[in-house]
């Protein structure tokens, strides 16, 4: 097409007709050549340091070539040649990374027709994060938003989703498809299938016989399924049923509890929150001590080692861990500068789900819930160690968790967790394009990859907190410069303030 476009005219030579054959094909082909103009879309990165996520080292001094939405050739900037009309960046001393990927969102989170579009989407881009898992909403939504960004009418991430959620009766959340039995469970994956979902989502209350006809009707369809651990079953038995990715750690320490079972019966047997507060934080607490104190290296390892077996992958959503699960009053982030980007409906919902999850409670609670937050870093430290396999999600637009900044701070507790800066930035890089089947198509810097590319300021393999020192971001193979960027925050902020 591209071929089509440049050389679909005529060229009219004089005496071009007396000439002989081969001489009038050079001709011509000289005249193309001259009279062809260069392509709108050829773009160069040069001087910079590329770190391509494959674990090889750093290229330092390299061009990278775009040409429209596809990296055409990495090299050495002293022998690559660049296409004449190439537009040129001078990115010497800074540093090329792959786009980011955030695995666990919400892009529905926010309000219809314009939370994603003009809250969540430019906070994302900002962030240089160019590929999304949405996990729960509406597939018409999500449907006609991804075709605005894929037709080129709106800039956006990639975005695969799951569409409603499958839980057990009532609902967690919404939309939420109810399955009670095998037969809601074929309806309800035949009915996503059809609307062409990229993964099946369960949640937390699903009984044991429908989520386990979720799994058998999921195989069949050949789709896969994500999600929750629901709470009447094992991590172990969800990993060996076929469940590819496990969310926010559920199920994974009480699975290592040498009191599984009966610590499990209490947690379905919790007393109504409509009951008495004290006594209901008092045996929750009672509950989650018993849950460290009973915690087994050995049966952690047997099930790790069948999560690698099973190919289990793990998408902890540490923002949504630390700033609303594991919440204390020094991992508030109500007086934070990035709330200045949240539009007021939606703060309003995250101030209530703030205040609920911080009232009532006292020392104990929050000491228990640092206790808590020390015990899931180091367990997700011992998976990764183990081979299991792991990606980067947030969980936005839950409260206090921001749309694109969240996902520096999720590779940030990564590190923290013991992982190195580079096994951090390839959980938000290579490892999901892995995991959706695209390695051939993103997650590297490489030839033929889609041109989704960051431009940092500082080197992130020397603190990955440097991620978020961000040049410019190259969205399918579209160029945003720092200026670009500034101006969709800025946008956003007045959106916020209007709101």
Not at 245 to 258: D, M, N, P, Q
Not at 279 to 303: N, V
Request: glycine share 6%.
């Amino acid at each position: 097409m591209l071929f089509a476009a440049r050389y679909n005219h005529r060229v009219n030579l004089p005496g071009l007709r007396s000439l002989p054959l081969l001489l009038c094909a050079f001709i011509l082909t000289i005249s193309l050549i001259s009279c062809s103009r260069p392509q709108s879309g050829s773009l160069a990165v040069t001087h910079v340091t590329v770190i391509d996520a494959t674990g090889e080292p750093p290229q330092r001094d390299s061009t990278v070539v775009i040409t429209d939405s596809r990296i055409t050739a990495v090299g050495p900037s002293s022998s690559l040649r660049i296409p004449r009309g190439t537009k040129i960046i001078d990115a010497s001393g800074k540093f090329l990374i792959p786009g980011l990927a955030d695995m666990h969102l919400h892009l529905m989170g926010a309000g219809e027709p314009t939370g994603s579009r003009e809250f969540i989407l430019p906070l994302l881009i900002a962030n240089g994060v160019t590929t999304v898992r949405d996990m729960g909403g509406s597939v018409a939504l999500l449907k006609q938003l991804r075709q605005e960004i894929a037709s080129g009418n709106r800039i956006g991430p990639q975005i695969f989703f799951t569409g409603p959620y499958l839980d057990g009766d009532p609902p967690y959340f919404q939309p939420s498809i109810i399955v009670r039995n095998a037969q809601d469970a074929v309806a309800a994956v035949q009915q996503l299938k059809s609307d062409s979902v990229d993964f099946i989502k369960v949640q937390s209350r699903l009984q044991p016989a429908a989520y386990f006809a979720i799994a058998d009707a999921s195989r069949h369809a050949g789709m896969r399924y994500v999600g929750h651990v629901p709470d009447a079953i094992s991590a172990r038995a969800a990993s060996k049923a076929g469940q590819s990715s496990i969310e926010h750690l559920t199920g994974v320490l009480l699975a290592c509890s040498t009191r599984e079972d009966e610590l499990r019966r209490r947690q379905l047997a919790a007393p109504s929150p409509y009951g008495s507060v004290n006594q209901s934080l008092e045996r929750l607490r009672t509950w989650q001590q018993d849950l460290l104190d009973s915690h087994s290296e050995k049966k952690a390892a047997q099930l790790f080692q069948a999560f690698v077996a099973n190919h289990t992958w793990q998408v902890p959503t540490f923002p949504l861990l630390i700033h609303l699960a594991f919440l204390t009053p020094e991992a508030d982030l109500a007086n934070d500068s990035r709330m200045r980007y949240v539009p007021a409906n939606v703060r309003k919902i995250w101030d209530t789900g703030r205040r609920e999850n911080l009232a009532n409670q006292g020392t104990a609670e929050f000491q228990m819930r640092g206790e808590l937050r020390k015990r899931a870093l180091a367990v997700f430290k011992q998976m990764h160690a183990a081979g299991v396999p792991v990606m980067a999600g947030t969980d936005s637009t839950a409260p206090n968790v921001f749309p694109g900044f969240a996902l520096h701070e999720d590779l940030y507790y990564f590190v923290q967790a013991g992982l190195t800066p580079l096994e951090a930035l390839q959980a938000a890089t290579v490892k999901p394009a892995e995991f959706l089947g695209r390695a051939a198509e993103q997650g590297t810097i490489a030839p033929g990859k889609r041109a989704d590319l960051v431009l940092l300021n500082a080197n992130p393999l020397d603190d990955i907190r440097n991620t978020q020192k961000i040049d410019a971001v190259i969205v399918n193979g579209k160029l945003l410069n720092r200026r670009d960027l500034d101006a969709f925050l800025a946008k956003v902020a007045v959106l916020a303030a209007s709101h």
